[in-house]
């Protein structure tokens, strides 16, 4: 089946701070991204729909300001935890699709963000 | 809402046949059911894909009946490592997000 990467696969930081996460389609070109978010023994929670080329669709409760998502080639998307604070501890996933591979959707490894 | 219902939880010992049933009462036309499975702090890996009558390949099997109101994925012979969370989704391929429910966990011992 088709890659999708992240980087980094954990990072620590400290409260205030902006931290960046990127995810990489690495064989075949993504048209639409996903970024999930999951807290211990929850469920993947849908954050954000990114089209290459155009603004993020963000779900109902997500703040668009602070999950700052930004989808610029059919292989890389990034997302960026702005004035990160430590209730935004969590497991980050992105998923990726494409035409190639039959939209569909292929995820990432996640990428674990504790904020101190 | 997520648009699937499964058990929160299995128990079964290795080498023993597992189904886990989900309810997808509204799926529709263009749906596909698609099952993931998830290890803890990883991605969410692909099992088995279907739209109607039976799937397998060389992990599971996925059965859905006729009205497509329900499926079943059946693990042949679980081992340890299948220890894990598995979960049920039904989506079109035109490019939406897969939205996923709670999911079964499944234990398996030995």
């Known amino acids: 089946g088709a890659v999708v990467s992240q980087h980094p696969s954990w990072v620590i930081c400290k409260s205030g701070t902006s931290v960046k996460i990127e995810c990489r389609s690495l064989?075949?070109?993504?048209?639409?991204m996903f970024w999930y978010r999951q807290f211990p023994k929850q469920s993947l929670m849908l954050m954000a729909t990114s089209n290459e080329g155009s603004k993020a669709t963000y779900e109902q409760g997500v703040e668009k300001d602070k999950f700052l998502i930004n989808h610029a080639s059919l292989t890389l998307s990034t997302l960026t935890v702005t004035s990160a604070h430590p209730e935004d501890s969590s497991f980050y996933i992105c998923?990726?699709?494409?035409?190639?591979?039959?939209?569909?959707?292929?995820f990432g490894p996640g990428t674990r963000l504790t904020v101190l | 809402l997520a648009k699937t219902t499964q058990p929160i939880s299995m128990d079964s010992y290795e080498g023993q046949e597992v189904n886990i049933t989900c309810s997808h009462n509204n799926i529709a036309t263009n749906d596909y059911i698609t099952w993931y499975q998830q290890f803890p702090s990883q991605g969410p890996r692909f099992i088995i894909q279907g739209y109607k009558t039976k799937v397998t390949n060389e992990v599971a099997s996925l059965f859905i009946p006729a009205d497509r109101k329900s499926s079943t994925l059946s693990l042949p012979r679980v081992s340890l490592s299948d220890t894990a969370v598995y979960y049920c989704?039904?989506?079109?391929?035109?490019?939406?997000?897969?939205?996923f429910g709670k999911g079964t966990t499944l234990s398996v011992s030995s």
């Open positions: 064989d075949f070109q993504a048209t639409t």
């Open positions: 989704l039904v989506g079109d391929q035109a490019g939406t997000a897969l939205i």
């Open positions: 998923s990726a699709r494409g035409l190639a591979v039959n939209n569909e959707q292929f």
